[in-house]
């Protein structure tokens, strides 16, 4: 069964750039078959898809947020991550990571989450 | 986007009863490759990430209870658990993977009468 461990750090000042990865346990990125994307919640509040990477590559973007937002894969650190600039006190929120066997598939395994907090 | 929107957003059910969660697509999320409904329920608990329970609309995730089922078509569906335990107590959510944008609804507050 995957395993999904997001890390990266708790505090990052408005303006700057969210940096996060998650872990990958139980499986290979590079094996091709799952898509891997983050989904956000900020406190007290709903779900919000930010996007999914695919092992070679291709990225899938929330609109919303695509102008600010990289994902990539790092396959040989079986890990992925996540990059969102100029952050607003807007983008304080928890962070997942998460994976599905296709892209128009459910989400079957998430992260634990990391609460990111904008803020100087 | 496709909006997802769930009724109620909160409910209280006593424990042994009927719990029904509704959630309305604001387009079909039903795909003609596979005759499939692209819909899915998750189950979240204080401090804890999201659990599917249900995709394609009715088919149970492995591990989850028997008294959960889900039902629909076209834009409406329902999340029903049948018979409320005291460890059912959590958001609801129901979520289109239509198309991306991946879309959430707002959530349903399940709580113990």
């Known amino acids: 069964q995957l395993q999904l461990q997001e890390s990266g750090p708790g505090l990052v000042k408005p303006s700057e750039t969210l940096s996060l990865t998650c872990t990958v346990s139980?499986?290979?990125?590079?094996?091709?078959?799952?898509?891997w994307g983050w989904i956000r919640q900020p406190p007290g509040k709903g779900l919000e898809w930010i996007g999914s990477?695919?092992?070679?590559?291709?990225?899938y973007y929330n609109p919303s947020l695509k102008s600010r937002v990289t994902t990539s894969v790092d396959t040989s650190k079986n890990q992925f991550s996540l990059k969102m600039t100029s952050v607003t006190a807007a983008d304080t929120a928890v962070y997942y990571c998460?994976?599905?066997?296709?892209?128009?598939?459910?989400?079957?395994?998430w992260g634990q989450g990391t609460l990111v907090t904008v803020s100087t | 986007d496709i909006v997802m929107t769930q009724s109620p957003d909160s409910l209280a059910v006593s424990l042994g009863e009927r719990a029904t969660i509704n959630c309305k697509s604001s387009?079909?999320?039903?795909?003609?490759?596979?005759?499939?409904?692209?819909l899915a329920w998750y189950q979240q608990k204080p401090g804890q990430p999201p659990k599917l329970v249900i995709y394609?609309?009715?088919t149970r995730e492995s591990g989850v209870p028997d008294r959960f089922s889900g039902s629909g078509s076209g834009t409406d569906f329902t999340l029903t658990i049948s018979s409320l335990q005291a460890e059912d107590v959590a958001v609801y959510y129901c979520?289109?993977?239509?198309?991306?944008?991946?879309?959430f609804g707002q959530g349903t507050r399940l709580e113990i009468k």
């Open positions: 998460s994976v599905s066997r296709e892209l128009y598939n459910p989400l079957h395994y």
């Open positions: 139980g499986g290979s990125i590079s094996s091709g078959s799952h898509y």
């Open positions: 990477v695919y092992h070679n590559g291709d990225t």
């Open positions: 387009q079909t999320v039903l795909h003609n490759s596979n005759n499939e409904h692209f």
């Open positions: 394609w609309a009715s």
């Open positions: 979520q289109q993977y239509y198309t991306t944008p991946l879309t």
